[in-house]
């Protein structure tokens, strides 16, 4: 099983991203044979999304696109901004192929400088995970600035439940095995009006 994470901060060493990776952690410890990557969206130039079919993109925007098409199962990190997701983990949103999450399962985590915004999984990631056809994991992962101390997640509740998230994405992923899908999305085609 291949677990990638994708962390959609800008910020160098963020929370977001120190956060996954400690999540990708308890993932290996729990089955050696998880293949792990994670994705900081820091490291990569992604083309800002404008239409195109997704396979024409090239670049590192083909990179993590492929990256997440080839992943059995995901885990997506935002930190959040005036009560949304990053724009770079839009975007992202916006570059892949409707079918890349079909089937899939996903785990979100999001960071904030309070508890402010936890409702964001719910009402920005959620209905992203609907639309793309992913089985969401019940119960994912808000954590804030008092949850680190020095660059490190140092909160044992935090830790736990990421523990629990990490678990839950790996054994729904064996239960499913990418079969139960429900019924598909009308064809809607991805054209740019300065292709025609």
Known sequence: MKLVGLSGSLTPLSKTYITLAEALKFAGNYDETIQTELINLRDYEIQFCDGRDPAAYEGDTKKVIDQIVDADALLFGSPIYRGSISGVL????????????????????????????????????????????????????????????????????????????????????????????????????RQSLAQS
């Open 90 to 189: 839009k975007n992202v949103f916006d570059v892949i192929p409707n079918d890349s999450l079909r089937g899939k399962v996903v785990g979100f985590v999001a960071t904030g400088g309070t508890y402010h915004h936890y409702l964001a999984i719910e009402h920005q990631l959620k209905p992203l995970a609907g639309y793309f056809k992913a089985h969401v994991v019940p119960g994912n992962v808000y954590a804030h600035n008092e949850h680190f101390e020095n660059k490190q997640l140092v909160d044992e509740g935090i830790r736990s439940r990421l523990q629990e998230l990490v678990i839950s994405v790996v054994q729904l992923t064996a239960s499913t095995q990418g079969i139960a899908t429900g019924a598909r999305e009308p064809i809607i085609p």
